[in-house]
C-alpha cells in the first residue's frame, strides 16, 4: 500500500514539474561572494513587457515581507558586512581633515549611515530579485526562451542616405 501511494506522489511531484516547466539545477548557488555579483553582471537593461517571461522561474506570486526575510542567503549578509564597513572606513578618510569635532562627527556618521542604509537596501532587493526570478534563484526554464527575431533592413533604411530619392511603387 505503501509503495502505490509514493508511486502515485511521486507521479504527482512529476506532473506538478512539468507544468512549471522548471528543473532543478545540480547545485543551488549560494556562496559567501555571489551577492556582488550585482555590481559586476550586466542583468536586464530594459523593462520587460507583461507577456515576456523572465530569465529565471518565478518563486511565488504575491510576495509578503516574511518571505523577503525567509530566502536571505549568506551573501546577501556579508554584502551588508561589507557595504557597513565601507561605510565605516570612508567616513573616516572623509572627516580626517576636519578640524570642527562637531562637523567632524557629522560628516562621519553621515557617511557610515548612508553606506549602512545602501546595505541594507541590497540585503532586501537580492531575496526579491530572486523570488521575481530576475536574479539566479536556483531554478532554470526547461524549455528555452523563443528567439526575438529583428529587423536590421528597417534600420538600414531609417539611416540610408539615398531613402529621399527612392521611388516608391
Request: with cysteine; glycine share 8%.
Amino acid at each position: 500500500m505503501d509503495a502505490i501511494k509514493s508511486t502515485e506522489s511521486e507521479r504527482l511531484a512529476r506532473r506538478i514539474n512539468s507544468l512549471l516547466h522548471t528543473q532543478a539545477p545540480d547545485h543551488k548557488k549560494s556562496g559567501w561572494f555571489d551577492s556582488f555579483g550585482i555590481f559586476f553582471k550586466s542583468g536586464i537593461k530594459h523593462v520587460m513587457p507583461v507577456t515576456e517571461r523572465p530569465p529565471f522561474p518565478v518563486l511565488m506570486d504575491k510576495i509578503k515581507i516574511k518571505d523577503i526575510f525567509a530566502y536571505i542567503e549568506k551573501g546577501d549578509v556579508v554584502l551588508l558586512g561589507t557595504c557597513y564597513v565601507l561605510g565605516i572606513v570612508f567616513g573616516y578618510i572623509g572627516s580626517r581633515k576636519i578640524n570642527s569635532q562637531h562637523a567632524r562627527l557629522l560628516t562621519y556618521h553621515g557617511i557610515a549611515h548612508t553606506f549602512n542604509v545602501f546595505g541594507l537596501g541590497l540585503m532586501v532587493f537580492m531575496p526579491l530579485y530572486r523570488i521575481r526570478g530576475l536574479w539566479d534563484n536556483g531554478l532554470r526554464w526547461k524549455r528555452p526562451a523563443p528567439m526575438k527575431k529583428y529587423n536590421f533592413t528597417s534600420e538600414l533604411d531609417k539611416h540610408e542616405v539615398y531613402k529621399h530619392f527612392r521611388v516608391k511603387v
